[in-house]
């Protein structure tokens, strides 16, 4: 059964029900900003937020992205967490980010559990 999520991002209905942990859906726009092409890619390196809930746009990745996103906007601080983040990239595509993400998966793992941890955290901050 196929389900419709709604892309945080732009508000558009896509159907990425059959995405696996690790990729993500690149679209582009006309000047108009309608959709003219939508293309699945493999490359995401969410490690953490995506392993953990499963889906690259479940509500609570949406609401974490979004926290990102307004913490690397910050004047002051947003060259230092644009570092910690680009790092945090680096990690998630080597062989130690897909290491954890496929752990991630395991439910007793302790992957799964510090993933957990910094899920809540994350969540509590981004409100």
Known sequence: MSQNW????????IDASRLKVGEKIVYDRDS???VISVEKRDGNSCWVVTAYYGHPYHENVCKIRSFK??????????YFFLG??????????SNFGSYWKE????????????SG???????KFSK
């Open 6 to 13: 709604k892309n945080c991002r732009d508000d558009i209905n």
């Open 32 to 34: 108009e900003g309608r």
């Open 69 to 78: 996103d307004k913490l690397i906007g910050n004047v002051f601080f947003g």
């Open 84 to 93: 910690i983040y680009k790092l945090y990239l680096f990690i998630g595509s």
């Open 103 to 114: 752990k991630v998966n395991d439910c007793d793992s302790i992957q799964r559990k510090i």
């Open 117 to 123: 941890i910094l899920c809540n955290i994350l969540l």
